[in-house]
């Protein structure tokens, strides 16, 4: 029995030395993005639970940065053994090496005592799901020992935000709550990628709140959010749900009719074939009626560059002051009344006309006056 009570008295022995001894041997890890390691004694790069690198595994994105952002990188140092700190970055499509993770270097030499650093998340690209890198190296000479920390971040762009405005009837409503509303009601909307102002009131006594949707991953932050305002009816139905009476939603472009299915895109294409086809209609309409209409509608308001005929009658004076001069016989009557001429001094019915006003025919037919002195041209009988 008392060997039996010794065996056991040295196990547990055993056991907190064991636990001493590695609690020892864990220096450091990283805090926030949320690592995916839970074990702080990992000396390689990509990180798993375990030192072998074949058992890392990349996991959802923690935590969504943005372009230019602040963001603070902290950590836990539980012995200090000198060194500094840096942080890297591998790109969607990137292989997990340490190499990798060398050339996307962000920061280097951080003191590690602070244990938080404010990072500036870089521009220069976007990514689903990157991994981001922790690395503190007590000895500063030997960079590829240390300990690490992996964290899966994603990193959109800013440069796409889209507004939508959420009207609502409900009184006391703060800008919280339609934050929270809205991602409670649509995968698109995260605490990330929504902001929303302080409501303002309207004047038929509702509140509106202008929302701003961050640039989703490859840029569809405008689409889904008009997808969202055109299925108007079910997000109105999840926001109810959710605590939220809407009035209406729009988007940043005035559209509240509902784009997300395309349907509205269609009819709108239908709607300007339509009108372009009735406008053809009606501008062959006024042709038509113009042609047949002329005399009535060039009144006395408007006149006119000499028409073709009078220009032609010039001609004609001309040839028969030349065919005079050699002698020649010329009938001027006959080529006038072929070109159109009706005759100087007299209208359509016979009737007088003022002195220097000719009258003369069109092709088809339709009496016009000429005034040989200022060289106008009109339809109505000169008085």
Not at 24 to 31: D, L
Not at 215 to 225: F, R
Not at 266 to 271: F, K, N, R, T
Request: charged share 25%; net charge neutral.
């Amino acid at each position: 029995m008392m060997k039996k009570m010794r065996r056991v008295k040295l196990l547990l022995l055993a056991m907190v030395a064991a636990a001493a001894v590695s609690r020892v041997a864990g220096h450091g890890q990283m805090t926030f993005p949320k690592p995916r390691n839970t074990n702080n004694n990992i000396r390689v790069f990509p990180c798993g639970d375990t030192n072998d690198a074949k058992n890392a595994k990349k996991t959802e994105p923690s935590v969504t940065w943005y372009h230019g952002d602040k963001v603070d990188v902290k950590w836990k140092i539980d012995a200090d053994h000198g060194g500094t700190v840096r942080l890297g970055l591998v790109w969607d499509g990137q292989d997990e090496t340490q190499t990798n993770f060398d050339n996307g270097e962000l920061a280097k030499d951080i003191g590690r005592k602070a244990e938080k650093y404010e990072l500036t998340v870089p521009s220069t690209s976007t990514c689903k799901a990157c991994t981001f890198g922790w690395h503190w190296t007590p000895n500063p000479q030997q960079e590829s020992k240390g300990y690490f920390g992996c964290s899966t971040v994603a990193i959109l762009s800013r440069d796409g935000d889209t507004k939508m405005d959420v009207v609502i009837s409900d009184t006391g409503k703060t800008a919280d709550d339609v934050k929270a509303a809205l991602v409670a009601s649509s995968t698109a909307f995260t605490d990330d990628n929504v902001k929303v102002g302080a409501p303002v009131q309207e004047s038929d006594g509702t509140w509106k709140f202008v929302v701003t949707v961050s640039d989703l991953v490859d840029k569809k932050a405008a689409s889904a959010v008009k997808e969202f305002v055109g299925d108007e009816a079910s997000s109105k139905s999840a926001l109810s749900n959710n605590g939220l009476t809407v009035a209406r939603l729009s988007t940043d472009d005035g559209n509240n009719n509902g784009p997300g299915a395309g349907g509205n895109h269609a009819g709108g294409v239908v709607a300007f074939v339509v009108c372009w086809v009735l406008a053809m209609g009606a501008f062959a309409g006024v042709v038509v009626w113009t042609k047949k209409n002329r005399p009535k509608l060039y009144s006395k308001w408007f006149t006119y560059s000499k028409p073709g005929s009078a220009r032609r009658l010039e001609g004609i004076q001309e040839d028969e002051q030349q065919q005079q001069q050699q002698g020649n016989k010329y009938d001027p009557e006959l080529s006038r009344a072929v070109e159109g001429y009706g005759g100087e001094g007299v209208d359509a019915e016979g009737g007088a006309l003022p002195p220097t006003w000719e009258m003369y025919y069109t092709d088809d037919g339709i009496p016009y006056y000429y005034n040989s002195v200022n060289g106008l041209t009109q339809w109505e009988k000169p008085n």
